[in-house]
């Protein structure tokens, strides 16, 4: 009795695990729906054919915080391209991103409220993370654990994207 207890639990543990891996590179993105706060709304089949770089945030994470201005330098970099969408969903509600974004301008197209989404992609919910996919729809770039801010290695996959 015990023994099937133990082999019960360990495979639950090991499905929660699992549900928790992180998308791989090649993977398909899922359906999702955002609300931008410029009143739009996003969804998978409006980024077929464009390569999307997602920044998950929320504005009480410091790090998401510190690296908003070279994410902007990246919008701008790449400003003259119709191919490329910078989208940041945040956990925040639209106000608080308003009021936020007063002080800290973040250039990116911001969805609010967007948990759900976020769960989705992000499910150890480590922030900020970041994404890439092509335009294909698959992950080209997903780097949703390291806690840190890397622009470089952003960019990079952001050029492959874009000459696939």
Not at 1 to 26: C, D, H, P, W, Y
Not at 33 to 48: E, F, V
Not at 52 to 72: A, E, R
Not at 125 to 132: A, D, L, N
Request: aromatic residues 14%; contains cysteine; proline residues 4%.
């Amino acid at each position: 009795m015990i023994r099937k207890l133990i082999l019960s639990f360990s495979l639950l543990v090991s499905l929660a695990t699992f549900s928790q891996e992180n998308f791989k590179i090649g993977d398909e993105v899922p359906e999702f729906k955002l609300w931008l706060t410029d009143g739009s709304k996003l969804t998978k089949n409006d980024i077929l054919n464009k390569v999307v770089v997602f920044k998950f945030w929320f504005t009480g994470c410091l790090p998401c915080i510190i690296d908003i201005p070279g994410l902007n330098e990246l919008v701008i970099e790449f400003e003259h391209r119709d191919d490329i969408l910078f989208i940041a969903p945040a956990l925040d509600r639209k106000d608080a991103i308003e009021y936020f974004t007063h002080s800290h301008p973040f250039i990116f197209k911001i969805a609010y409220s967007a948990m759900d989404v976020s769960e989705v992609f992000n499910k150890k919910q480590v922030y900020p993370s970041y994404f890439v996919i092509d335009k294909n729809g698959k992950f080209v770039y997903v780097d949703s654990d390291s806690k840190q801010s890397e622009i470089l290695p952003l960019r990079k996959a952001i050029l492959k994207a874009l000459k696939e």
